[in-house]
Nanobody, 120 residues
């Protein structure tokens, strides 16, 4: 069974930085696309960034130039570096990844989420 565990969230002042990590564990034969999503209270869960298996990236416009998504394939770990944080970035952040698991087929997995709170 595969698990994704996020960490690195917390409370930060506007303009500050946080680095989120997502570690994948279990029987893993490969990790394809990895996404970071976020969900603010009362709102839907939205994609923030994606890093593909070739390490190409894409971001939602609201975080371009401030957030950087990356991956360390050797450690099965994915990151989201968040700089110049704004109060509107406050949300629960989730890791979401397409993983080739013990079935030798790709399935999508969610992490449990980590809270990011940005104070003004």
């Amino acid at each position: 069974q595969v698990q994704l565990v996020e960490s690195g969230g917390g409370l930060v002042q506007a303009g500050g930085s946080l680095r989120l990590s997502c570690v994948a564990s279990g029987t893993i034969f490969g990790i394809n696309d990895v996404y970071w999503y976020r969900q603010a209270p009362g709102k839907q869960r939205d994609m923030v960034a994606v890093v593909h298996s070739d390490s190409s990236t894409d971001y939602v416009d609201s975080v371009k130039g401030r957030f950087t998504i990356s991956r360390d394939n050797a450690k099965n770990t994915m990151y989201l570096q968040m700089n110049s944080l704004k109060p509107e970035d406050t949300a629960v952040y989730y890791c979401y990844a397409e993983i080739i698991d013990h079935t030798r087929r790709a399935h999508y997995y969610w992490g449990q989420g980590t809270q990011v709170t940005v104070s003004s």
